[in-house]
Nanobody, 122 residues
């Protein structure tokens, strides 16, 4: 079992930056792939970034590529999502998730954080 706790959301203006954190407890998350997802009202949950610890590979969706960076600290069992140059369309609830493989489908992830709201005003 893995427990994930999200934090770091908030209300910011367009162009600002935020860093989201996801702290894992239970089994070490270095054996999992970690993903950051977001869900805006009326929209499906989408994967915006992911990292596979075993191979070091990362994934970014096109809308966030070049602006978001996923990273992790194994010693702290924490994965981060650094978000720069935020846009109003980035407004959503953001979730971290742990799964066996780095994939974009949310159904393939076994464990989820509780979510944190990110609101970007124009």
């Amino acid at each position: 079992q893995v427990q994930l706790v999200n934090s770091g959301g908030g209300l910011v203006q367009a162009g600002d930056s935020l860093r989201l954190s996801c702290v894992a407890s239970g089994r070490t998350f270095s054996t999992y792939a970690m993903g950051w997802f977001r869900q805006a009202p009326g929209k499906e949950r989408e994967c915006v970034a992911g990292i596979n610890w075993s191979g070091g590979s990362t994934y970014y969706s096109d809308p966030v590529k070049g602006r978001f960076t996923i990273s992790g600290d194994n010693a702290k069992n924490t994965v981060y999502l650094e978000m720069k140059n935020l846009k109003p369309e980035d407004t959503a609830v953001y979730y971290c998730a742990a799964g066996r493989d780095l994939v974009v489908s949310p159904t393939e992830y076994d464990y989820w954080g509780q979510g944190t709201q990110v609101t970007v005003s124009s």
